[in-house]
């Protein structure tokens, strides 16, 4: 099984229209990247506050299917894969009791945080890496059997 | 026991500084409102989008007590009061490891939402009011007897 | 010339990494697409706050060059272009003292906004993409003569 | 005359209930205390930036008397004001068309960015109390005049 992360839709993530502003969305899945991370005992404030390395976003792109509301429980699958030895990239999928409401990509690079040069994937995001993607190929080889 | 909410700190509620950016301390206390709304059983669905009667708020108010970083978990718990018959005021308290880090109060007021003419409270928002203002009672009363 | 729209970052834009937070790359975007209309005659309010006919935003993608900082000058230009009877996409160029800092796009839909069912574009958007639209092209032809 | 800055209101900055989001009117007046730092010819990026004196906000308030809608004009002033050697605290108004929307204070304590400890307010910053609060002090004369 992917990792996956619920989120309610707060009153603040929507905008005039009734719905969510978009570029909320592409927010609600790094909290599930963030959420990932957790589990995967990484430690946040570490991670995120004066670290020595970071892991800069430098593609999104996200893909709108239906409407989200205020109060809607969003469920959020995300596979993230190593393509390269500096870089990464995370997809997700959000769905609403069952139907997918988004998908969405971020594409990570592994920098020294204060050169900002790149550098290679340290050991904790290749153990990340590993747990997530294991998960992901049992998930899609039960549903190849399922399908059978 | 009045009404508690959990939240983790976000990557995206930080800023520069490393901190949580201060008005956001205020969204956080409007989500553990959602999540009591949610808790009396009100659909936030209906509350929030297109509703006959709003709730604005007229007037908020926030103290900082300490830094909140990335990472951070936060117990939000809060109180909410009638002051009045188309009024009510909540108080919030924000702890990390039961250390107080902001407290904060947001006073509402109840409106017609599209003459936007004040008007009485609702009998579901009367019942939100009676629910978590006994429960904050009994709170106190149990604090008073564990001092004696 | 293409439409262009100067912002500066603000404390609350940036992240605990002490640089923009991904996300709101494409809400500087969207800022620019909207100070975009109303310089094309457009009535925001009208067009934002229940409209008869909407815009919503089916896909985005961003790609990140380099970091922008709290208090740096953006200069976003803009070029909207008519991909179909009931769509349009965006192209954006953020740059920072002429130095390219991030690119995206945002493609939209158009829909009546109660059935949301999709509808033709309306005649002050198809005058709003011819009017930048030439813009753009006139800035090419500049551009192609002062090479020559 | 006060510190005065312009601002629209951006469809970001709105929710379901089709008015600004109440937390991020404190936003805009952050925006506008920015800005007048800059008009000081305070350099914002170092000001925000790795600093090695920082202002953290350590209570804020604000009357909301009118809801704001996409697309409105804002006109924010500001008049900050010295209230001990390591404190200060903003007034900011906010009117659309010359109408009171909104009332917010900022008070800030400066403190060592690594230390945290309090210190006494910079030279840069008792500058930029000392510019605005003249100009504010001259706007009531003015006012006073006008009266007369």
Redesign the interface.
Known sequence: MSFTYNR?V???D??????V????V??FC??AY??SL?ASSI???E????PSV?F?????????LR?M????KLLISLIPQKIGGDKFEITYEITVTEVMVAKAI?RHVCID?SS?SKQELPDEIIQWLGMNHRDAESAERRKSREIM
Chains 1, 2, 3, 4 share one sequence.
């Open positions: 309610t707060r009153f603040q929507t905008d005039a229209a009734g719905v502003y978009f570029a909320n592409l927010s790094h909290e963030e959420e957790e430690n946040l404030k991670f995120f506050t004066n970071a800069p976003i430098v593609h999104a792109s996200v893909d709108f409407p509301f205020g109060g809607d971020t945080a900002r």
